[in-house]
């Protein structure tokens, strides 16, 4: 099988959803996935069901549990560089199919590693390995780099009438 790299981004919801799709996907089809999270440390639904597939489906967090607010700290800087330390080994490892890097975007747009740091990994991936790189915001560098990238647009979003995220659904 060759491998393509593969950018959600965009202002809409669903980013992750799509990577979380994909894993499903490719696990049922019997490939390997390890799907690293950056700037979550929180586990949401998706995560917790799919480490129910733990044979197929490796899922390592990278973050605190809430989101950053202004600048990040040390803390923040520590994790998503240990995060894409992790996704390196895992995309040259021989030993994933599949390799998801969730809001690797997010972290270069608030500088927790840089654009030539994610370009590295991204050049370092071995033609048979599949890499999924979700996240706002992506770097037009990124983009040109990718071979499928797609763009989720918010249209109407109930969030700006209040609704908060809900468990199950955006959790």
């Known amino acids: 099988m060759h491998g393509y790299i593969q950018v959600y981004t965009g202002d809409g919801k669903g980013k992750t959803t799509a990577a ?16 690293i999270q950056l700037m979550k440390g929180a ?46 080994r895992a995309v040259v490892s021989g030993e994933y199919n599949v390799v998801i890097l969730d809001e690797a975007n997010v972290a270069v747009n608030f500088g927790l590693f840089s654009v030539s740091d994610l370009l590295r990994l991204m050049d370092r991936k071995p033609e048979r390995v599949e890499l999924v790189i979700t996240g706002r915001k992506a770097d037009p560098q990124v983009i040109e780099r990718a071979d499928l990238v797609t763009e989720m647009s918010e249209i109407k979003h109930y969030y700006h009438k209040g609704v908060s995220a809900r468990k199950g659904i955006e959790l």
């Open 20 to 35: 979380m799709g994909l894993a499903l996907r490719a696990a049922g089809a019997g490939l390997r996935v390890c799907i």
């Open 43 to 88: 586990e949401a639904g998706e995560i917790a069901a799919l480490r129910k597939l733990g044979d197929l489906i490796t899922v390592r967090l990278f973050g605190r549990a809430g989101f950053i607010e202004g600048a990040p700290d040390e803390e923040d800087i520590r994790l998503a560089r240990e995060g894409l330390e992790e996704a390196e």
